[in-house]
């Protein structure tokens, strides 16, 4: 038993908190979330051979071979400057290979995404608000030589940005997973919220695609990378959670008003301590969470709900303190902790909400 | 980062239950001589004061197999290892951080052997968040004090033997945090009056103290003249964290969710009501963080750095949860969550009912939620004093 991090994952997070700081400051993300692709392929080539693309993925095929845990590092840290690299959906797109994919399909992708020249995303539910095989709606069904895909993905993450996707489908025997590259359907990016996370529906009515490039898809690996993309959520919530709080707090201190910097004040202080407690907690769990993914699976489903059940709601209200405690200039779009709370609305549902998260702990819990 | 206990640490978890399989009688069958054995089996096994240096007799064992054997014990519902909680929790680590080589000698034995049980004085009337500001007065003459003044809510007061007491020995300071000096008095000492005060719950388990002109010697002194708060400031983490510790938690969420399993709400099954489900949903995820919160503290214990303020994260959650967790029971028990222990609709012998009554002794006591947000606030994240 030991809940800290080892010298290597210190040296990992303080590479990446100095990659956003020297090549991807907020100034660059703002940019970058303004581009009609927002993606910037000088930046991933340099997360590529730094290695962080590929932290998942076996060494046998080009990847480092660490664990989860290692990945939440590197999301984490990324996240505290809101990072626009689609790292965390190359993570689980890895995590869906390495789970649904033949052994030669494993080897011809993966080495292509650790070195970072197959950019490469993953959908899962086309239903808005709903965790549950019966949510994915798009079918797949069966012609000679393949299949033939029908409906639209209306919700994938970094699409616009993804050489190849791996969309969930109903297929003839069940669920499965259609490989696809970017060419073989129409992406159309969607305006939300956080630029910085960028969404897109994906039609795939029609496609035709080749009998191995539908990878049968068990209820069980779908709950499986389901989880894994609630603990990069969550990895992301700790790192952006913290980054608004340590933003408030600094103007805390430097705020005057009525002659007194405003975090003397307990309405200030004591709900930067509220955050900081909240921060702290679904920090713990998450880093629990991802532990479980590589060495505790059994525990997996529950350790995910408590570490994202507690983060939705609580980096949402972190991002809504975040601005508001700051005052107006918080909602003036040149300051950026608006870019923050717009991150906190939109990992809140990703995932699972905490309704989701909290039915799940209690049925999980024997109720 | 590696959540899995080692071998040891395993085969001490079960050795640990074994242990209780064997010795631990349910309740109804404990007669009045099973406390007594049973804190001579605990204090053999040397689990009592488990943490501490062997040379004071304690075990030197290691701070995740006290975590297990706390765990292990409050999920069995076991009696203390010793009748001196404070004793155990602050005062006994207090005085082997500060106390000089008699004092151990004279005060720990006694703690581990539940021989001798304490209180804590800090709080007086007129000074309770504001701790530093106490007024208890202490005056060297000759190879004594003379200590004067008033204390009050000391919990233990009417039945302890010992006292671990706050005073001011200078008056003429410009911080209020000098000039306090630390003592341990004995409670039967001349000058010494409790007047035990009844609380909301109906027990008598907190007191005021008077002193007058009581004859303190120097040797009872913990730590030098004037750095009372030092000691004081390492007791109360200590004390936080034991607040903060998530064992007996554990145990009432297990307890109330056999509640919630075995009641009904408008004729239907408490546990298909989606409310029911995910308010006890969100007391387990709040425990569960609390149990790794605790973890990662330990883990920095471990690598040699003390308890800070850190511990008033789980003293906050701490204190939320007990109100809330009380509440909840007996709001899902209707009128019987009304009666207390004897009633004939009574849940669970009036534990709930009695609970929430109960809950000011971990949420005003050891600090209030507000004090506890100001050193969060203040002390880790660095804003200006208020
Ligand atoms: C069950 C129980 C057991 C106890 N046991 C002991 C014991 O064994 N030994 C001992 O010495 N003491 C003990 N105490 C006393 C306890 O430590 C104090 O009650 C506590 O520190 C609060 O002090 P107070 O009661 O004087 O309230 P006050 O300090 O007068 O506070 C009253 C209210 O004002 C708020 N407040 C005060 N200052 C501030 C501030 N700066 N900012 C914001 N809000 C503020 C408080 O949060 C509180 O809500 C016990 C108390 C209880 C309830």
């Known amino acids: 038993m030991n809940f800290g991090f080892t010298e290597e994952q210190n040296l990992l997070k303080e590479q990446v908190q100095r990659f956003m700081k020297e090549a991807c400051p907020l100034t660059r993300v703002r940019e970058i979330a303004n581009e009609s692709t927002p993606f910037d392929q000088a930046l991933w080539q340099q997360a590529a051979e730094l290695g962080w693309l590929g932290l998942t993925i076996p060494e046998a095929h080009g990847g480092l071979g660490l664990k989860w845990i290692d990945q939440t590092v590197v999301l984490e840290a990324a996240a505290e400057g809101l990072c626009p690299l689609p790292m965390a959906s190359q993570a689980l797109a890895s995590a869906a290979i390495l789970t649904c994919a033949s052994e030669q399909q494993k080897a011809s992708w993966l080495p292509a995404m650790a070195s970072g020249e197959a950019v490469v995303t993953l959908g899962l539910y086309d239903e808005a608000n709903w965790i549950d095989p019966k949510a994915i709606t798009a079918t797949a069904t069966a012609r000679t030589g393949g299949y033939t895909l029908h409906g639209k993905k209306p919700f994938v993450n970094d699409a616009a940005a993804a050489h190849y996707m791996l969309l969930a489908v109903q297929g003839p025997n069940g669920l499965a997973l259609a490989a696809l590259g970017k060419e073989q359907v129409t992406v159309t990016p969607q305006p939300t919220i956080d630029t910085t996370k960028p969404m897109a529906s994906v039609d795939i009515d029609g496609v035709e695609i080749g009998e191995e490039d539908l990878l049968p898809l068990s209820p069980e690996q779908l709950a499986f990378l389901t989880d894994c993309g609630a603990v990069a959520t969550t990895a992301e919530m700790v790192g952006a959670g913290a980054a608004i709080l340590e933003m408030t707090s600094g103007y805390a201190k430097e705020r005057i008003q009525f002659g007194k910097p405003i975090g003397q004040y307990q309405g200030v202080k004591h709900r930067l301590a509220d955050m900081f407690v909240d921060l702290e907690s679904y920090r713990s769990l998450c880093y629990f969470a991802a532990w479980t993914v590589d060495d505790d699976p059994a525990e997996l489903a529950k350790a995910v709900s408590m570490a994202k059940g507690y983060a939705s709601d609580a980096f949402a209200q972190i991002g809504i303190d975040g601005v508001g405690l700051h005052g107006a200039i918080g909602f003036t779009a040149d300051y950026d902790a608006q870019l923050y709370l717009k991150r906190s609305k939109w990992a809140r549902p990703m995932y699972g909400d905490s309704d989701y998260h909290m039915d799940r702990i209690a049925t999980l819990g024997g109720l | ?386």
């Open chain 2, 1 to 386: 980062m590696d959540f899995d206990y080692t071998p040891q640490e395993q085969s001490f978890r079960q050795e640990v239950r074994d242990f209780l399989a064997d010795n631990l009688p349910p309740k109804e069958k404990r007669d009045k001589n099973f406390l007594g054995t049973w804190l001579e089996k605990v204090r053999a096994k040397g689990w009592v004061g488990f943490a501490w240096p062997k040379e004071f007799g304690g075990s030197d064992g290691g701070l995740i197999e006290q975590a297990i054997l706390k765990e292990e014990m409050s999920l069995a519902k076991a009696p203390p290892l010793g009748t001196s909680m404070m004793g155990l929790a602050w005062v006994g680590p207090g005085i082997m951080e500060y106390g000089t080589e008699e004092q151990k000698k004279k005060f720990i034995p006694d703690i581990l052997d539940s021989k001798v049980t304490w209180c804590t004085g800090y709080s007086e009337p007129n000074h309770g968040s504001d701790l530093a500001a106490i007024q208890c007065k202490a005056e060297l003459n000759g190879d004594h004090y003379v200590v004067n003044g008033q204390k009050i809510w000391t919990t233990g007061a009417p039945w302890s033997q010992w006292i671990i007491l706050l005073t001011r020995t200078d008056f003429n300071v410009t911080s209020k945090h000098d000039g306090i000096t630390c003592f341990l008095v004995p409670m039967d000492a001349p000058g010494v009056e409790v007047r035990p005060i009844q609380n909301m719950a109906g027990d008598k388990h907190f007191a005021e103290i008077f002193f007058t002109d009581v004859q303190v010697p120097v040797e009872n002194r913990l730590g030098a003249e004037g750095e009372g708060w030092k000691v004081t400031v390492s007791a109360l983490a200590n004390e936080r964290s034991s607040i903060g510790e998530v064992t007996q938690l554990q145990a009432k969420l297990d307890d109330l969710k056999t509640l919630v399993k075995n009641s009904s709400r408008q004729g239907k099954p408490a546990s298909e009501d989606p409310k029911v489900r995910r308010t006890v949903a969100r007391f387990e995820m709040k425990i569960s963080a609390m149990k790794y919160n605790g973890l990662r503290y330990l883990t920095k214990q471990i690598k040699g750095e003390p308890l800070t303020s850190e511990t008033s994260v789980n003293k906050l959650h701490r204190a939320s949860l007990e109100i809330e967790m009380d509440d909840f029971a007996i709001e899902l028990s209707g009128q019987a969550g009304l009666q207390l222990k004897g009633g004939e609709e009574a849940v669970d012998n009036g534990t709930w009912s009695k609970g929430a009554l109960n809950w000011p002794n971990v949420v005003i006591g050891g600090g209030t939620p507000n004090i506890q947000r100001n050193i969060i606030a203040e002390r880790i994240l660095g804003q200006p004093k208020d």
